[in-house]
């Protein structure tokens, strides 16, 4: 599953070490992005290169990257939350909340599969912590979901 993410600065240039952008398997990564120390604008943005499956990742937060593109968004594949026991809340150990990078409004899609689901995002935001940011829930009738026009 990929997500996207914003860095915020737009487009992206090349690297400052060699002038050119650098290469893990078939993942161009160009500045602020980088692989060697002092390539990279700062820790958030330091790669590491899987040389055995030659794949790329965001060292801060290890997921692996799938695409930088030039208009400065970063496709990861992120965990998926599966089947809670009743009563309990999937959680991701993985937070943007500290990093400089933010989920795309646009190029992501929430997705609740199977019957009789419920599921939401909350914001994270210290001010707002119960926040809830979007949400989708699947009602089955006789094992067939029942969409009633929504999207889940």
């Keep these: 599953m990929g997500m996207a993410v914003g860095t915020g600065n737009g487009g992206l240039g090349y690297s400052s070490c060699s002038g050119a952008a650098a290469v893990c398997g078939n993942v161009t990564i160009p500045y602020p992005f980088g692989i060697e120390p002092g390539c990279y604008t700062d820790d958030w943005f330091a790669i590491g290169c899987n040389k055995t499956s030659a794949k790329p990742f965001l060292r801060s937060l290890g997921l692996e990257v799938l695409d930088i593109s030039s208009v400065g968004t970063l496709r990861v594949n992120y965990p998926m939350s599966r089947k809670c ?7 991701n150990n993985v ?6 990078f933010v989920f795309s ?5 929430f997705i609740a ?13 210290s001010s707002n912590s119960s926040l809830t940011i979007g949400g989708c829930m699947s009602v089955c009738v006789n094992n067939t979901i029942q969409t009633h026009g929504s999207s889940c």
Excluded: F, Q, V
């Excluded at 026991?85 to 959680?91: E, F, L, M, T, V």
């Design 85 to 91: 026991p009743k009563g309990r809340r999937a959680k």
């Design 95 to 100: 937070s943007l909340a500290s990093s400089p």
């Design 113 to 125: 599969m199977s019957c009789d689901n419920l599921a939401y995002l909350l914001s994270n935001d």
């Design 105 to 109: 409004k646009l190029r992501n899609i």
